[in-house]
């Protein structure tokens, strides 16, 4: 191989690493066999040695149950005959979504050993959707420290907004004071963002936006038009959500993207199908909902790799947020145009630093040769 070629190949591999750096991924993937004829709203234990999960009992009525994430232990929580979805595992209770006396979907929260099953709000608004797509705005999301909650109500004029409620059902205020239907909301690993789904202004097109706690600052993380939801934060800032490969695509997948709205992947390349994604509180379990091409579920349970620095149950890297502006008034958010811009120019500045690297050591190459001879 000439000394060309090598240098070439060197460059090439540098690259590869670079772009790889920060990326988490998952391995030494696991599929439980658990003998029911259907499940969902996959979760797991914050110390990730647990799995809840919906699925159908002896009586042929949606249950939680619980299981070990090696696959043994299971045990039902719930006996009454309502459907139950959008679950949440916190610090030391499981949330859900069912029905309350009034017929309406309210938050549940009940203990993992399946005591202390009561209705978390004490007010007459729907807390999840059980129409058309049974779990359309997401499950609740629990804080890391697990004093409060997040979730999708509809406002005074019929909107979907994200709300925030005490752990014991107080203190129920509005996230976000903003005309946008807002939905599927996510606590990031410190508390002090959340990532959701929305509509662009004048766009009825599902993307990812990240708004701090306190609701005065907001961001646009993907302007790609497909439809998306269920996102939830995990290590290293990466937000992985189920979205599909383009517009006219029909099997659901796994995708990852940074904080920062760049470097959007595939994040598991298996299955049929997934849904319901789910990472344990230090970011180092992983699990899934796996569908095959049949339409049999099957809860997939992994280990992350790539984790760059440790990760505790409420610290992680710097926001990504800074909250300058003091009213809603004053939030902006990047144009889809700006980003793309943006991005373009960062990569044409890449390979033209690239082809002036390979220029140069062509060049020595070429020198060295010549005075030698």
């Known amino acids: 191989m000439s000394k060309i070629s090598r240098a070439v190949i060197s ?27 259907d499940l969902w709203g996959v979760i797991l234990s914050p110390d990730g040695t647990k799995l809840a999960y919906v699925a159908i009992d002896e009586k042929n009525s949606q249950q939680i149950f619980v299981i070990n994430t090696d696959g043994s232990g299971e045990k039902k929580l719930t006996d009454d005959a309502n459907k139950k979805w959008g679950l949440a595992w916190g610090t030391d209770k499981i949330a859900y979504i069912s029905f309350g006396n009034d017929g309406l979907e ?16 004490p007010d007459n608004t729907r807390q999840g959707d059980s129409e058309k797509y049974m779990e359309a705005w997401g499950a609740p999301s629990w804080s890391p420290d697990g004093k409060s909650l997040v979730y999708t109500s509809l406002d005074e004029i019929g909107m979907q ?47 990812l936006f990240i708004v701090d706690i306190a609701g005065t600052a907001r961001k646009q993380l993907t302007f790609d038009e497909i439809k998306k939801n269920y996102p939830v934060w995990g290590p290293d800032g990466t937000i992985v ?66 984790i760059t620095a440790a990760t505790t149950a409420i610290t992680t890297a710097t926001p990504i947020i800074t909250t300058a502006a003091p009213t809603i008034a004053k939030t902006t958010v990047t144009p889809a145009a700006t980003v793309q811009t943006q991005e373009k120019g960062n990569g044409i500045w890449l390979i033209m630093v690239l082809a002036a690297a390979i220029i140069l050591l062509l060049v020595a190459i070429a020198l060295k040769d010549f005075f030698k001879k």
């Open 106 to 121: 309210k938050i549940f929260v009940i203990n993992p050993d399946g005591t202390g099953n009561a209705q978390l709000i």
């Open 241 to 306: 959500f189920v979205s599909y490969e383009s517009v006219t695509s029909s099997g659901e997948e796994l995708f990852a993207i940074d904080q920062d709205g760049k470097n959007r992947r595939l994040f598991i390349n298996e299955d049929f199908k997934q849904r319901y994604p789910s990472f344990s509180r230090d970011g180092r379990k992983f699990a899934y909902a796996a569908i095959d091409a049949a339409g049999n579920i099957k809860i997939a349970v992994g280990d992350v790799t790539g």
């Open 11 to 37: 460059i090439l591999i540098l690259l590869i690493l670079i772009s790889g750096a920060n990326a988490i991924a998952v391995e030494n993937i696991k599929k439980l066999d658990i003998p029911k004829p």
């Open 161 to 207: 907004k994200m709300y925030k409620v005490n752990a014991d059902g107080s203190g129920k205020t509005a996230v976000l004071d903003e005309i946008s239907r807002q939905w599927s909301p996510a606590f990031s690993p410190d508390g002090k963002n959340i990532v959701y789904v929305s509509y662009p202004l004048e766009k009825y097109k599902e993307e």
